[in-house]
């Protein structure tokens, strides 16, 4: 049984899969979510009379390379859509996986940075800065993990849709694809904002 | 679906067009990390960062999010998504705004308060 409509098909009032409208409207709110957190940061700072030296506090080396990893798996994200697309499996495959690692080695460099604040003694509680480091760029990694679980699926268990359901299986990767991309565009706001002003 | 490569042919142009984006993200990258070390004034050097992370994002929106040629639909939800988002950031001048062009603040009769608002208190 297949209850859902408009999964492969265009609705005609939308102009739009429904899918793609959801994943859109959802998206719409999480720039919501995470402008209410850009705006929190402007106003503190505005409103401080001294502010720490971001770029002495955190690891722009560690951030510019969080910052190429994130880049590369949106583009290897873009590249699996298209290998599904074009009906080629193992490419597919292939830079499915890539896309998953991508987000693995950037929680890892994560992890690296958030250990090397708090054996240095720097904690949310030290100051606003650290703050709205640790709720930004964490709110942000539960992104990125919620963007793997999905991505997991769709190379694990959810790929049993390649052949059964062809085009429905290419929209669901576009699907993920366009939060995967959501995801590093937050990424390229936090990094300048966060580490270098 | 938006974008399907159609043929051989047109599949290879498409992968050739997200390599170019990619490349072009890294070396957006390279210039905003070069440019934040250079002794700029804070305001120049704000106004460069999210000038470049704005075409960043826009780059990734266009081709990896296939904004470029979207039903209009979208367009729409993302537009009253960018006129709330204006909305929080309105909000801060106007919080802000007074200190930072140094309103004078009057008694209900207009004249000046004896004492002025004392500075860094918000």
């Known amino acids: ?197 | 679906m938006n974008g399907s490569p159609s043929s051989g042919a047109a599949h290879a142009v498409q992968i050739r067009g997200y390599l170019a984006v990619f490349a072009a993200l890294l070396v957006l990258t390279v210039v905003t990390v070069a440019v934040a070390s250079l002794d700029l004034s804070e305001s120049a050097t704000v106004a460069v960062a999210v000038t470049i992370a704005t075409f960043k994002a826009a780059l990734v929106a266009m081709f990896f999010m296939h904004l470029k040629g979207e039903k209009p639909l979208v367009f729409w939800s993302l537009g009253l998504t960018g006129v709330l988002f204006a909305a929080l950031f309105a909000f801060l001048l106007w919080t802000e705004g007074d200190r930072l062009v140094g309103t004078r603040f009057l008694d209900a009769f207009g004249n000046a308060p004896k004492t002025a608002p004392s500075e860094g208190v918000h």
Request: avoid cysteine.
């Open chain 1, 1 to 197: 049984m297949d209850a859902l409509p408009y999964t492969t098909t265009v609705r005609p009032d939308t102009g739009l899969t429904s899918p793609k409208l959801g994943i859109w409207l959802f998206l719409a709110s999480e720039v919501m979510l995470f402008g209410s957190l850009f705006s929190a940061y402007v106003l503190l700072r505005s409103g401080a009379p001294v502010w720490p030296d971001q770029s002495a506090t955190l690891s722009v080396p560690l951030a510019t390379l969080n910052t190429v990893i994130l880049i590369s798996s949106s583009v290897t994200m873009v590249l699996a859509w298209a290998g599904a697309a074009s009906g080629r499996l193992s490419r597919y495959r292939l830079f499915m996986g890539l896309t998953l690692l991508g987000g693995a080695l950037f929680l890892v460099v994560k992890w690296i940075e958030y250990s090397d604040k708090f054996s240095h003694g720097l904690y949310p509680s030290t100051n606003n800065f650290l703050a709205l480091y640790f709720t930004m760029t964490g709110l942000h990694a539960i992104h990125v993990i919620a963007g793997m679980v999905v991505n997991a699926y769709l190379i694990g268990p959810g790929a049993r849709m390649w052949t059964k359901d062809h085009l429905r299986f290419t929209n669901r990767v576009e699907i993920a694809g366009i939060y995967w991309h959501f995801v590093d565009v937050v990424w390229i706001f936090l990094f300048p904002v966060l580490y270098l002003l």
